[in-house]
């Protein structure tokens, strides 16, 4: 007991010098460390709390938990969303303060303090979270009690990182240097006022600005904790931000974002707006109450930015002035002429945009290599932004067909294949009789095809293949045509010619001739024999007179059985008695007949040409018959 009193009065004697000179300096308008200073005690949001009723939560029942304890009953008086939450702890070494003594604290350069403000319902209005500040990567949140507090949630996140001060000991943030006294704006017992601070860390607590957030102080013994939602005071600005155009001439609304950043970090969208052009001064967007800090106080740089890029434009940010600059992606189309036969001159080349004519054309000869391009094509269209769909078409040249290949992406390529068709001619002419009847059939390169053609008297020996290709296909080499009889009649030879583009079929028969060779029995040739030819009808083909070579010839004979008669005999000699048969035909087409005649007796023809035979055969057995007739008689009268 005696030690306990020794203890007690050993502090009251070291409290009492530090709380004089701390009212002394306060009295006098002198700073803590001695020197004049403008000393203002924040009420914060003691405006607010005189309306302000706070929530009342659980609270624990033992004020001396031992710390194992104390981390169980954290997790067990959190509100019902901080439990599906993983907890994050931020544990923090506290240095000893003195009482009296401002217990001073860092704060970011071109920050400033965040006081707070209190939503909801509550009975207990001597727990209050004051302000927070930004160090580094930790947010520090001060709460000024009446009793001692054990841990806080803010935003889901549990902090049982507390450095607790004395009663009445003031803290201060080092920049703005000002005194925060602990009981200003609490009620009840103020006598027993005191600041706690608590550490949570920046990357966990994502706060964002002008929103509000759960929060929980948990309080040592009943009818001290707090809870509900907080929101905080931060200074507001104008912004304003402005764009620009160059080259294009597609204007379209523009919606601006204004983006906001702390020192190195990512920037944010803070807030939008869209401008058309109509504003004053037009493409300017100013955007009004816009936070200048973050909510732990930090300040903000503002740039501006677009949330859309207009098609074929290209942005550029400087600062709060957003510039689209007019650059179409670009392409090229390039086009190809290929021909199938002979080419024309030239063709012309039309370019489509989406189904349009664009106005742009191009020429192809031969000159050009039949190759070209248009240049300098968007790809975008600039009120859309849909890609262009790019076609080209040609001008249609007569006698050809166009077929288009390719993509504007790989090139076109037109082939034009040459489609000009002719007809083939035919006439059947005759030299000598006419037969029926003739098959004519068409070549194409030599190769007998399957058309034909039948020429008759009925069609006057003519007729036609129409209608045919000019020109291969797929080569593009001209078609040599030609045609063919087939099945004729035979005994004539056929000869192909052309006339004026038309095939001239000749048939001419294959005609014999006679040549009569007129001697006497010696041998000896005879002038002046006349002979006639007769047809198998009895036409009289001709009439020929042998002279001093003894030979006549009957020419132009067309097949058949002639009658060869003598007419007239040389002088003194006997003619013919009968005429000669002469066969004309393929075995027997030139034929030479020998023809003897005597001064007396029988005429007999002469070897040497058909039907010489036969005279000989029948004249000699004449013979036989006429000398035996002359034995038989002299025999008949020696009898007698």
Do not use: C
């Amino acid at each position: 007991m005696k030690r306990l009193l020794v203890l007690l009065l050993i502090t009251l004697l070291i409290s009492i010098p530090f709380s004089s000179l701390k009212m002394n300096a306060l009295t006098e308008g002198q700073g803590v460390d001695g020197k004049p200073e403008e000393v203002e005690y924040v009420n914060g949001a003691s405006e607010s709390e005189k309306s302000t009723e706070l929530e009342v939560g659980g609270h624990l029942e033992d004020s001396n938990l031992e710390q194992n304890e104390l981390d169980h009953a954290v997790t067990e008086e959190l509100p019902q969303e901080d439990e599906q939450k993983e907890m994050h702890v931020v544990d923090m070494t506290v240095e000893p303060t003195v009482t009296g003594t401002p217990a001073y604290y860092e704060m970011d350069p071109n920050a400033i303090v965040v006081t707070t403000q209190l939503h909801g319902q509550s009975t207990n209005s001597h727990t209050k979270p004051h302000m927070l500040w930004a160090k580094g990567e930790k947010i520090l949140v001060a709460v000024k009690s009446t009793h001692k507090l054990q841990y806080m949630t803010l935003n889901q996140e549990v902090s049982i990182s507390i450095e607790e001060h004395a009663i009445h000991k003031p803290i201060a943030i080092h920049v703005d240097d000002v005194i925060y006294a602990p009981d200003d704006g609490l009620q009840g017992n103020t006598k027993d006022a005191r600041w706690t601070v608590f550490t949570f860390k920046l990357s966990d607590l994502n706060l964002k600005d002008d929103e509000t957030y759960p929060f929980f102080v948990k309080g040592i013994g009943g009818g001290h904790d707090v809870g509900g939602t907080i929101g905080f005071f931060l200074p507001k600005t104008d912004v304003t931000a402005k764009k620009v155009w160059v080259d294009g001439t597609e204007r379209p609304a523009i919606t601006l974002k204004l983006m906001a950043q702390v020192g190195d970090e990512e920037k944010r969208a803070l807030r939008t707006g869209e401008v058309t052009g109509a504003e004053t001064p037009e493409w300017t967007y100013e955007w009004k109450d816009v936070p200048a800090y973050d909510p732990y106080g930090r300040k903000y740089s503002f740039t501006a930015d677009e949330k859309n890029v207009p098609a074929n434009y290209e942005k550029s940010i400087d600062g709060l002035t957003v510039t689209n600059t007019y650059k179409p992606e670009k392409m090229d189309i390039d086009v190809e002429k290929r021909w199938i036969g002979p080419a024309a001159e030239s063709v012309t080349v039309q370019l489509y945009a989406d189904g349009v004519h664009t106005g742009k054309s191009i020429k192809l000869d031969e000159d050009s290599g039949w190759v070209g391009s248009f240049t300098g094509l968007n790809k975008l269209h600039d009120k859309t932004g849909d890609s262009i769909h790019y076609m080209v078409a040609e001008l249609e040249v007569e006698g050809y067909t166009s077929q288009l290949t390719g993509s504007a992406a790989e090139g076109f390529v037109f082939t034009n294949r040459n489609d000009e068709t002719i007809n083939v001619g035919v006439e059947k002419r005759w030299i000598g009789p006419a037969a029926e009847s003739v098959q004519i059939i068409l070549l194409v390169n030599g190769e007998e095809t399957q058309n034909e053609l039948i020429l008759s008297e009925s069609n006057d020996w003519t007729g036609a293949f129409n209608d045919l290709r000019k020109y291969d296909a797929e080569t593009g080499e001209e078609i040599s045509y030609s045609v063919k009889e087939i099945n004729g009649p035979q005994n004539y030879d056929v000869s192909i010619t052309k006339e004026d583009g038309k095939f001239i079929v000749t048939n001419q028969a294959r005609y014999g001739s006679l040549t009569v060779e007129k001697v006497d029995a010696a041998g000896k040739p005879l002038a002046g024999a006349t002979f006639e030819l007769r047809d198998s009808d009895g036409n009289v083909v001709d009439t020929l007179t042998t002279d001093e070579n003894r030979k006549i010839k009957f020419e132009d004979l067309e097949w058949g059985i002639y009658s060869l008669i003598e007419t007239k005999a040389p002088e003194g000699y006997n003619k013919l008695a009968k005429p000669i048969e002469i066969t004309i035909d393929g075995e027997n087409l030139h034929v030479t007949q020998e023809v003897v005649n005597t001064t007396t007796g029988w005429i007999l023809p002469s070897t040497g040409g058909v039907g010489t035979i036969g005279f000989y055969v029948v004249g000699f057995m004449l013979m036989v018959f006429g000398l035996w007739a002359i034995v038989r008689k002299n025999k008949l009268n020696l009898r007698l």
